[in-house]
């Protein structure tokens, strides 16, 4: 399987000459992020992985949250409502979905639905949420308004995958992102692991 990130939280997956993508939202500027996908995956409505322009340039069957599908009525049969627990079958991949809910990033605004995706038993997505499942490769928030390094730390050595690679590093500038890279850095040296952050554009083979 080959794993592209695109923009900020956007991910194309590639199998075999086929692809879904995952989370194109507003903060994904690459038009070709995409192109030719068999099938769009959207964890939660927030802008910076859900933007319904997007979806319009497309076919594709969209799985995603109930709160997702509340506005994508127009897409009609397209759109697929999934929770965790449920598990699909699109373009080539077996498809697991788990968690419910966007981790608490408020006081004021109950959390919305959010569920994560794991990809062929592989590669996890968990949008933005910091739901534990078991994995080898993890797509792992970098940064948030709602996380903290500790939190990012202690999510990924729950999960303990043999990789980690980071996204959803949109809202940074370089000189968070190069913080990030030294906390990445830093885990990688303790574990082994191969933990880094994937830049736009950058692409991994597994």
Same mark, same amino acid.
């Not at 194109?24 to 319904?52: N, W, Y």
């Not at 968990?126 to 739901?131: I, K, V, Y």
């Given at each position: 399987? #080959?794993?592209? #990130? ?8 590639? #199998?075999?000459?086929?692809?879904? @993508? ?16 068999? %099938?769009?995956?959207?964890?939660? /409505?927030?802008? +910076?992985?859900?933007?319904? &322009? ?16 509340? /506005?994508?009525? &127009?897409?009609?049969?397209? !759109? ?9 079958? @699109? ?16 006081? +004021? ?5 959010? @569920?994560?995706?794991? =990809?062929?038993? &592989? ?19 970098? /940064? ?19 990789? %980690? ?8 500038? &370089?000189?968070?992102? #190069? !913080?990030?890279?030294? !906390? ?8 082994? %692991?191969? =933990? ?11």
């Amino acid at each position: 399987m #080959k794993i592209t #990130k695109f923009g900020h939280a956007c991910v194309r997956l590639e #199998k075999n000459g086929r692809a879904v @993508v995952i989370d194109p939202g507003v903060m994904t500027p690459e038009p070709d992020a995409s192109a030719g996908a068999e %099938a769009v995956f959207i964890t939660h /409505q927030h802008f +910076d992985h859900f933007d319904p &322009e997007r979806l319009r340039g497309s076919r594709a069957p969209v799985y995603t949250c109930a709160g997702v599908a509340e /506005q994508l009525g &127009e897409f009609g049969e397209r !759109v697929h409502v999934v929770r965790g627990g449920d598990h699909f079958s @699109v373009a080539g991949f077996e498809v697991s979905v788990a968690g419910d809910k966007h981790h608490h990033s408020h006081p +004021d605004a109950p959390p919305v639905d959010n @569920v994560g995706f794991l =990809v062929d038993g &592989e590669v996890f997505h968990p949008g933005d949420a910091l739901t534990v499942v078991d994995a080898p490769t993890l797509l792992l928030p970098g /940064q948030a308004p709602w996380l903290t390094v500790p939190a990012m730390i202690e999510y990924l050595r729950r999960m303990a995958p043999r990789r %980690a690679y980071a996204i959803h590093d949109g809202l940074l500038n &370089e000189w968070g992102l #190069k !913080v990030l890279d030294d !906390v990445l850095a830093r885990e990688a040296g303790r574990t082994g %692991a191969d =933990v880094r952050r994937l830049r736009p554009g950058e692409s991994v083979e597994l």
